[in-house]
């Protein structure tokens, strides 16, 4: 990484695939990206250990298809600073000549975005894109931490091998809990759907799909209440939402599927925020704060799958790069 002594034409916070797509588009363009990413490269989709829904790629894992948009960004020329963004704040200064007369006008105003990181470092760029993403939401049970990696997963394409021939159970009710209900069920001996009400969200094809396995039994208007087990995950206590009944079910794994959650708060101030702290914004990737575009599951939109990150990124850039040359 080279030393960064002049402002940044676009600031991309974060450095999965909606950031480093933007990156790419950035470059393209004959402007200078520089991504901001607290953990690392890829994102979410890094872990994922099978690719085969992304156009022209018939089949790649999360890994490899991470890195090679790594590797096209920078060999283009952005750059990756691994620092996490605790804040982005504008800065307009109107800075007066007063060499001259009176009569004549004032210098342009300069205009940037101040780029606040953990460690106290502060950068400035010209244009900013939120790629933030979003994380698994956490139930917010004692031990959940401490268990995860022993039994509490998010992700059952990431680690459902791990259980194979093994009692385990998933946590929701829309279609990520039917669809890694039905993964698992092709490798767990008992797989359990917990569900806190008696309908599902998820679509009815998979619904009945997740029927029509014998292995599978669904726990409704239940909730899991605790989590049991010395060095790993032996059991869930779960609570009948009704008759208010708690019950112990001996599982080895829990999958929990409740939904995402974006990472935003830190931006409340430049951008708006929905009820669930998603930044709002359309197709356009333009937020109120004129200079700062967002792009991928980060934003308020209906569908949030890989290509939909990547199309972001390539809105978001370009619609940055035009406001750096108006400005």
Known sequence: MSELSNIIDVAIIGAGPAGLSAAIYVQRAGKHAVCFEALTVGGQIVNTPEIANYPG??????????????????ELGAEVIYEKVTGVSKVESGLEDTSKDDSEDTLPDEKY?????????TFQAQAVILATGAKNRHLGLPREEELTGRGVSYCATCDG?????KDVAVNGGGNTALED?????????????????????????NLEAV?????????????????????????????DKITGEEKDIAVQGLFIAIGQEPNNQSFRDIVDL??????????????????????????????????????????????ACEFTDRN
């Open 57 to 74: 790629i018939k089949k790649t894992s999360g890994f490899e298809f991470s890195m090679g948009l790594y590797e096209q960004a920078t």
């Open 181 to 205: 209900a039905l993964f698992l069920s092709n490798y767990c001996n008992k797989v359990y759907i917990i569900h806190r009400r008696d309908e599902f969200r998820g679509e009815p094809k």
């Open 211 to 239: 029927k029509s396995r014998e292995n599978v039994e669904l726990v409704l208007k239940s909730t899991v209440t605790e989590l049991k087990g010395d060095k790993s995950l032996e059991a869930v206590t779960v609570k």
């Open 161 to 165: 091998a791990f259980f194979r021939k």
């Open 113 to 121: 975005f101040n780029i606040i990181t953990e460690s106290g470092k």
């Open 274 to 319: 929905d009820g669930a702290g998603y930044i709002s914004a359309d197709e356009s990737c333009i937020t109120k704060t004129s200079g700062i575009f967002v792009a991928g599951d980060t934003r308020t939109k209906t569908v949030r799958q890989l290509t939909t990150a990547a199309s972001d990124g390539a809105v978001a850039a370009l619609a």
